[in-house]
């Protein structure tokens, strides 16, 4: 810690249980170990179990650095380093967005569900205020985009964009449709993506249509001035969210790393702190699907 206690005191300590499976921390203790025989690092304070342990404490239950640092007898600033280091490790094996589509295909799917969400952040101070400002949610943060296929899993994680940044935006810098529409996927998203439709009017000659492009972008009905939904499009709209609602399952198991409560890193390393924690959540699921008993 930054100040030395007091003569005669004595600081306390617990145990605290971290819900992750053995087989991520082996994963991460891995990519650490090879890390360090690439840089021929000759001695460190913890073992690459050790700091895997402890940047896995960080991302699930984001405690303050100083108080964890202090039960491994290092500084917060230290601890921060090995959470970045050990994050840009991990991001490197995201899996890029054109693979995760093709292999989507591959295995037969047809619809990908399409979805923002707010990654809440500090107030920031100069010209970054109001640029991070997010008006629907009244607070300063980052949009994020996710893909998820129709059982809510995780397949990809855009960038983190300024929060005043709206999610249909966001898709329409990121191409996001046009990535789908090469791999003969479709969108399915919700009515802040209303209006996403009318950008395939613009495409007159597809090479995948052979002409004038025929994708589908499936959204909601939305009621509009003096037109108010009828009955059936109501019914309508109550199955699409039944389906849409796999999506908020994508996001609450990335949210259950509490470190995107409030991020407290900087900005820049946003993106590359959401992709380890996709990889990481990708790697717990395949560990409980894979620890399942096969159904007789």
């Not at 206690?5 to 145990?15: R, T, V």
């Not at 992750?20 to 073992?47: D, N, P, Q, V, Y």
């Not at 259950?256 to 699921?285: G, N, S």
Request: with cysteine; net charge positive.
């Amino acid at each position: 810690m930054s100040q030395q206690p007091a003569e005669g005191f004595e600081a306390l300590s617990y145990q605290v249980v971290l819900p992750l499976s053995r087989s991520t921390l082996r994963m991460l203790a891995e990519l650490i170990g090879a890390h360090r025989r690439r840089l021929r690092s000759r001695w460190r304070k913890a073992t690459p179990a050790g700091q895997a342990l402890v940047v896995l404490a960080v991302l699930r239950h984001d405690p303050r650095l100083a108080h964890l640092g202090a039960g491994m007898g290092v500084s917060a600033a230290t601890v921060r380093r090995w959470v970045l280091e050990a994050i840009a490790l991990l991001a490197a094996r995201a899996t890029h967005l054109h693979r995760v589509l093709r292999r989507h295909a591959r295995a037969g799917g047809q619809v990908v569900l399409v979805d923002g969400t707010l990654i809440r952040t500090r107030r920031r101070t100069g010209t970054h205020n109001r640029a991070h400002y997010n008006g629907k949610h009244k607070h300063h943060g980052l949009v994020v985009l996710a893909l998820t296929d129709e059982h809510g899993r995780l397949l990809w994680i855009s960038p983190a964009l300024p929060g005043r940044t709206a999610d249909i935006t966001a898709a329409r810098r990121l191409r996001i449709r046009e990535r789908l529409h090469v791999h003969g996927l479709t969108p399915a998203a919700d009515k802040g993506f209303h209006g996403w439709h009318k950008d395939i009017r613009t495409t007159r000659d597809c090479r995948r249509c052979g002409g004038a492009c025929e994708q589908v972008v499936l959204t909601p009905y939305k009621a509009e001035a003096r037109r108010p939904l009828t009955k059936a499009q109501k019914q309508a709209n109550a199955v699409f969210s039944a389906m849409r609602c796999a999506v908020e399952g994508g996001f609450a198991a990335l949210k259950h790393w509490h470190i995107l409560d409030t991020l407290r890193l900087h900005p820049r390393h946003a993106t590359t702190l959401l992709r380890a924690l996709l990889v990481l959540t990708q790697h717990e699921q395949h560990a409980r699907d894979t620890a399942q008993p096969s159904p007789a």
